[in-house]
């Protein structure tokens, strides 16, 4: 990805500039202080109200990695330098309240908008391990499927009543080399005061389709014949499993509806 030459060039912009999600990687283990840097990294990420609403954990078992992946499909849920599963996380908040003071913040806890804010805050510190781990030379992927069982995933955890897990962050040596994604066109994605118009967004778009197909069809691995909003029509014609999850979020208090 380019950016604007009469920017500075510095590292920061190139290693955000030069992300591209890794799904190989080499079999070494990411050092402890690896480890500290992501997950420190991953702390200084702003947050909403200062609740750091999130908590990390490192899935190092390899019986337990070895079922994810079985559960996944996804060799690289096993086969990986270091596997991190961010959580939102409610529950650190109540810990130090007397019994009549949790019953008094249940309501505002198990509202749709701190579910929401939890969500956030674990995103902007899982973006900030991404790129943490990318400077320091690592590969990374950012993995929903490890949901696909998410009671399951819960009870490896032991996650109690306000903590669900959101995503997996796979990160690792890079066994492999991908060409970056292009984006959407920067107009199609940011408007000054007012939202673009719809034939205005159409033909932003249908541009992005034409280039994004020919990335699909010219790409080193895993080619084909796609475009962007065709995938994504497709995919959300169908019903899909993760919006089976509402009565797990409920019995844990975490719900968005
Ligand atoms: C919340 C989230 C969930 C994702 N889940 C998966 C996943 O389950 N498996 C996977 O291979 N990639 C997953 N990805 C990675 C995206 O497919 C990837 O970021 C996107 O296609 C853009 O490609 P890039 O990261 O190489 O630029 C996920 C990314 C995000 C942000």
Redesign the pocket.
Known sequence: MNIPSSNTPNEVLSTIMN?????KFKDERLKPAQIETIVRAAQMAASSSFMQAYSIIGLTDPALKRELREI?N?P?VEENGHLFIFCADLQRLTIMAAEQEKQDMKATLESSAFCQIAIVDA?LA?QNAVLAAESLGLGT??????RKDIRRLDEMLGLPEYVIP???IAVGVPDQQ?E??P?LPLDAVYFENRYASEAEQRERIDSYDREISQYYHTRSENNRQDSWSRQHIERLKMKHPLTEMTDYLHGKGMSVN
């Open positions: 992300h591209r999600s890794i799904r996944t996804t690289y995103a899982a992927v950012i993995m929903g499927s490890v959101l995503f997996g991908p970056v994604k984006r």
